[in-house]
């Protein structure tokens, strides 16, 4: 979500102060919650977590809830909680471990803190007689908040409110105002809904090519060629700015060059013809424009402006841009006392910051404390560490090299499934006083180069199926460490992970495949990352191999009737749940659009994973992958492409993943369903979305879950 979007998502409420209202933008805190795991049942049950946020005592009393409890895996230890609090407030957390048997823990309490708000921001008072003209942004504002008869006209305008040290100058430039900036000018300048169009969300602004082509220019400040204007953004000689817009054609241009503008008004505040600008090749993609300027000597102000000299032959297209913003530029120089900081900066007497964050053009140049600078999902104390130890260490042979996403040309990706061993160490079967079977299992895994994607590991999800009628028996989630290195060469085998799992279930089944030993048992196994999950491989042991011999790997099932596998990982790769790009998700109005263009902090409408209760549920996650795919038809002509283990609700089964269905079978969803036909796609692209709450969306109007762990 981008920054104006996530101020204003933060909500503005009216506090009173002896009787008098006062408007306040409250920002979100973030609570940081890390938790380990204190066994209470065996580790192979452990379903995973639920974690609460609450105040006072009790972690059972719901209407004291802080936030709406989060279940997690069995290999997450880490949630990091959005607060909205317009007070301090004495915040408790809890978790619980829950287990595959239907057992849970006793909640254990994991401390509490005082969770205050000091970012929150008066926007007004009720006496504005002394309020600068234009310096209260009116979107922030009802018309009931403005109650005294002191407000002039002058003191209101549409400019955006400048929080320190510069906010987006483009008046809606990031189309956050939706349909309530359509007939305002400029911030509805050109601005239409299409989200397929959109760089992000659902608006964009759009300039269509006329007949006969010609100048098409849009300015999004006002003054020149717009309804709106000028004289809005104030500089003097030396004043910096920096502007960007993301741009593209809908279709390829005959006159494909296009410029982007600073125009610098006079002392009239009227565009005077000094300019800044930089050109651009318009394409069918979104490309980002840079611009950064100067204020020229006698200037006043300044407008952005972006303009094309359309041929005749471009007519009927158009072009897209969205994005757009800029800011005026800031140095030390011009700061008090040439330093930036949180106003709880602190440091120890060595010069060690203990608390919040400082900008200083003297000495160091950024410091911050422990724990107070996160990029993505990962504080930097975790990634310091690793480097440290990775350069220093303890001494030569204690040295490790750590390698992090892999491959620093590829940003993660699905772990390769081909690097994977399995061997069987013991089995034993009970015929009597009781049938009971328990089979141990080792399993390697031996990187070979930077591409295989070994780090970042989370767990193996083991599927088990005995060689009769390929009967499942069962499911594990075994975790698996976050990989080190002890030697730099990735295939040394001394960078092989070993694991041990014990297999218990209530049946007379074999470890080995052989004359005489009866109901033996096969692998489907799965490898699950940070980056993506492996493909699926079968691991079957070889008839007349005895214990500790590598079984068998096959990308089909050695059962008929048995799920197939699908080889294959490492770079470039990808799992989990995912949908074809152009698969159509139902928002929260019931509109639908191609999953492409879902973006985190959308809603869409779907129901519960567990009561199947309709209602509209936020995106929090959305990525693109390439993977295999599999093809889903209905008997009414819909389509729906996705992943093989996509898991859709099947009417009387539950959870199905789209490689096990078959004709004839109802699916649900706020459109069910009659499957007609199912088949293999081949490799493509693919949309993994992730919905709080719910962890559910419709895709062609069947229920679609996602996440791809059986439930």
Same mark, same amino acid.
């Given at each position: 979500?981008?920054?104006?979007?996530?101020?204003?998502?933060?909500?503005?409420?009216?506090?009173?102060?002896?009787?008098?209202?006062?408007?306040?933008?409250?920002?979100?805190?973030?609570?940081?919650?890390?938790?380990?795991?204190?066994?209470?049942?065996?580790?192979?049950?452990?379903?995973?977590?639920?974690?609460? @946020?609450?105040?006072?005592?009790?972690?059972?009393?719901?209407?004291?809830?802080?936030?709406?409890?989060?279940?997690?895996?069995?290999?997450?230890?880490?949630?990091?909680?959005?607060?909205?609090?317009?007070?301090?407030?004495?915040?408790?957390? =809890?978790?619980? %471990?829950?287990?595959?048997?239907?057992?849970?823990?006793?909640?254990?309490?994991?401390?509490?803190?005082?969770?205050?708000?000091?970012?929150?921001?008066?926007?007004?008072?009720?006496?504005?007689?002394?309020?600068?003209?234009?310096?209260?942004?009116?979107?922030?504002?009802?018309?009931?908040? /403005?109650?005294? %008869?002191?407000?002039?006209?002058?003191?209101?305008?549409?400019?955006?409110?400048?929080?320190?040290?510069?906010?987006?100058?483009?008046?809606?430039?990031?189309?956050?105002?939706?349909?309530?900036?359509?007939?305002?000018?400029? !911030?509805?300048?050109?601005?239409?809904?299409?989200?397929?169009?959109?760089? !992000?969300?659902?608006?964009?602004?759009?300039?269509?090519?006329?007949?006969?082509?010609?100048?098409?220019?849009?300015?999004?400040?006002?003054?020149?060629?717009?309804?709106?204007?000028?004289?809005?953004?104030?500089?003097?000689?030396?004043?910096?700015?920096?502007?960007?817009?993301?741009?593209?054609?809908?279709?390829?241009?005959?006159?494909?060059?296009?410029?982007?503008?600073?125009?610098?008004?006079?002392?009239?505040?009227?565009?005077?013809?000094?300019?800044?600008?930089?050109? /651009?090749?318009?394409?069918?993609?979104?490309?980002?424009?840079?611009?950064?300027?100067?204020?020229?000597?006698?200037?006043?102000?300044?407008?952005?402006?972006?303009?094309?000299?359309?041929?005749?032959?471009?007519?009927?297209?158009?072009?897209?841009?969205?994005?757009?913003?800029?800011?005026?530029?800031?140095?030390?120089?011009?700061?008090? %006392?040439?330093?930036?900081?949180?106003?709880?900066?602190?440091?120890?007497?060595?010069?060690?910051?203990?608390?919040?964050?400082?900008?200083?053009?003297?000495?160091?140049?950024?410091?911050?404390?422990?724990?107070?600078?996160?990029?993505?999902?990962?504080?930097?104390?975790?990634?310091?560490?690793?480097?440290?130890?990775?350069?220093?260490?303890?001494?030569?042979?204690?040295?490790?090299?750590?390698?992090?996403?892999?491959?620093?040309?590829?940003?993660?990706?699905?772990?390769?499934?081909?690097?994977?061993?399995?061997?069987?160490?013991?089995?034993?079967?009970?015929?009597?006083?009781?049938?009971?079977?328990?089979?141990?299992?080792?399993?390697?895994?031996?990187?070979?180069?930077?591409?295989?994607?070994?780090?970042?590991?989370?767990?193996?999800?083991?599927?088990?199926?005995?060689?009769?009628?390929?009967?499942?028996? #069962?499911?594990?989630?075994?975790?698996?460490?976050?990989?080190?290195?002890? %030697?730099?060469?990735?295939?040394?085998?001394?960078?092989?992970?070993?694991?041990?799992?014990?297999?218990?279930?209530?049946? =007379?089944?074999?470890?080995?495949?052989?004359?005489?030993?009866?109901?033996?048992?096969?692998?489907?196994?799965?490898?699950?990352? @940070?980056?993506?999950?492996?493909?699926?491989?079968?691991?079957?042991?070889?008839?007349?191999?005895?214990?500790?011999?590598?079984?068998?790997?096959?990308?089909?099932?050695?059962?008929?009737?048995?799920?197939?596998?699908?080889?294959?990982?490492?770079?470039?790769?990808?799992?989990?749940?995912?949908?074809?790009?152009?698969?159509?998700?139902?928002?929260?109005?019931?509109?639908? /659009?191609?999953?492409?263009?879902?973006?985190?902090?959308?809603? @869409?409408?779907?129901?519960?994973?567990?009561?199947?209760?309709? #209602?509209?549920?936020?995106?929090?996650?959305?990525?693109?992958?390439?993977?295999?795919?599999?093809?889903?038809?209905?008997?009414?002509?819909?389509?729906?492409?996705?992943?093989?283990?996509?898991?859709?609700?099947?009417?009387?089964?539950?959870?199905?993943?789209?490689?096990?269905?078959?004709?004839? !079978?109802?699916?649900?969803?706020?459109?069910?369903?009659? /499957?007609?036909?199912?088949?293999?796609?081949?490799?493509?692209?693919?949309?993994?979305?992730?919905?709080?709450?719910?962890?559910?969306?419709?895709?062609?109007?069947?229920?679609?879950?996602?996440?791809?762990?059986?439930?």
């Amino acid at each position: 979500m981008r920054s104006r979007e996530q101020e204003e998502a933060a909500g503005v409420y009216d506090r009173e102060v002896d009787g008098v209202r006062s408007p306040q933008l409250v920002k979100s805190r973030y609570l940081d919650i890390r938790w380990t795991h204190e066994e209470v049942l065996p580790a192979h049950l452990l379903a995973g977590f639920q974690v609460v @946020v609450y105040e006072g005592s009790d972690p059972n009393n719901t209407d004291s809830y802080l936030l709406e409890p989060r279940k997690f895996g069995p290999s997450e230890r880490r949630w990091v909680a959005p607060l909205k609090l317009k007070l301090p407030t004495e915040v408790q957390c =809890a978790v619980q %471990a829950l287990y595959t048997n239907g057992s849970q823990s006793n909640w254990r309490v994991l401390g509490g803190s005082v969770v205050a708000d000091p970012d929150t921001l008066t926007m007004a008072v009720a006496d504005l007689s002394n309020v600068p003209t234009g310096s209260v942004y009116a979107r922030h504002m009802s018309a009931s908040s /403005v109650t005294s %008869a002191a407000v002039a006209a002058a003191a209101i305008s549409f400019t955006h409110l400048l929080l320190p040290p510069t906010d987006n100058l483009v008046p809606n430039g990031y189309s956050e105002a939706g349909a309530a900036a359509l007939g305002q000018s400029p !911030e509805g300048d050109r601005l239409v809904e299409e989200p397929s169009s959109a760089k !992000e969300g659902r608006w964009c602004r759009k300039l269509p090519v006329p007949v006969g082509g010609g100048f098409v220019g849009l300015n999004f400040i006002g003054g020149y060629r717009s309804t709106a204007p000028g004289g809005r953004i104030k500089c003097t000689a030396g004043d910096q700015f920096y502007a960007e817009a993301w741009v593209k054609s809908s279709a390829a241009l005959a006159q494909s060059g296009a410029t982007l503008f600073l125009l610098w008004e006079g002392a009239s505040g009227s565009y005077d013809g000094q300019i800044t600008s930089v050109a /651009v090749t318009l394409t069918t993609g979104y490309q980002r424009v840079k611009l950064k300027g100067t204020c020229p000597a006698g200037c006043t102000g300044v407008q952005l402006y972006f303009e094309l000299n359309a041929v005749g032959a471009d007519a009927g297209k158009a072009v897209y841009l969205d994005a757009i913003s800029m800011r005026k530029m800031v140095t030390f120089d011009l700061l008090v %006392a040439n330093t930036l900081q949180t106003s709880n900066y602190a440091e120890d007497g060595n010069g060690v910051p203990v608390a919040g964050a400082k900008l200083d053009n003297v000495g160091t140049a950024f410091k911050a404390a422990g724990g107070n600078v996160q990029i993505g999902s990962y504080l930097l104390d975790t990634p310091f560490f690793r480097a440290n130890q990775a350069l220093d260490g303890t001494s030569a042979a204690g040295r490790v090299h750590y390698r992090g996403s892999n491959n620093t040309g590829v940003r993660g990706g699905a772990p390769l499934i081909d690097r994977l061993d399995v061997q069987c160490t013991d089995y034993f079967r009970y015929t009597t006083p009781i049938v009971h079977s328990w089979l141990v299992h080792h399993f390697f895994i031996q990187p070979s180069s930077i591409d295989d994607n070994l780090d970042a590991l989370r767990y193996l999800k083991v599927d088990y199926y005995s060689s009769v009628s390929a009967t499942y028996r #069962g499911t594990r989630y075994i975790t698996l460490a976050d990989r080190k290195y002890a %030697a730099a060469v990735d295939g040394n085998a001394v960078n092989r992970i070993a694991i041990t799992h014990t297999f218990q279930y209530p049946a =007379a089944l074999s470890g080995l495949y052989g004359q005489n030993l009866g109901e033996y048992v096969a692998l489907l196994c799965e490898v699950h990352g @940070v980056y993506g999950v492996s493909a699926s491989m079968w691991f079957t042991p070889t008839f007349g191999a005895g214990l500790g011999i590598n079984f068998a790997k096959s990308t089909t099932s050695p059962f008929s009737g048995a799920p197939a596998g699908g080889g294959g990982g490492g770079s470039g790769g990808t799992g989990g749940t995912c949908v074809a790009p152009e698969t159509l998700i139902t928002l929260e109005d019931g509109q639908e /659009v191609p999953a492409a263009s879902i973006r985190p902090g959308m809603r @869409v409408l779907t129901q519960h994973e567990d009561t199947r209760r309709v #209602g509209t549920f936020e995106v929090t996650a959305a990525s693109s992958h390439r993977a295999a795919r599999w093809r889903v038809e209905l008997t009414d002509g819909r389509v729906l492409v996705a992943t093989p283990n996509h898991l859709v609700y099947r009417r009387f089964a539950g959870w199905t993943q789209v490689r096990a269905l078959r004709p004839g !079978e109802l699916l649900e969803g706020l459109r069910p369903g009659l /499957v007609r036909r199912v088949a293999p796609e081949g490799e493509g692209a693919v949309v993994k979305l992730t919905v709080h709450g719910a962890r559910t969306y419709e895709s062609a109007g069947l229920l679609s879950h996602n996440i791809k762990q059986p439930i």
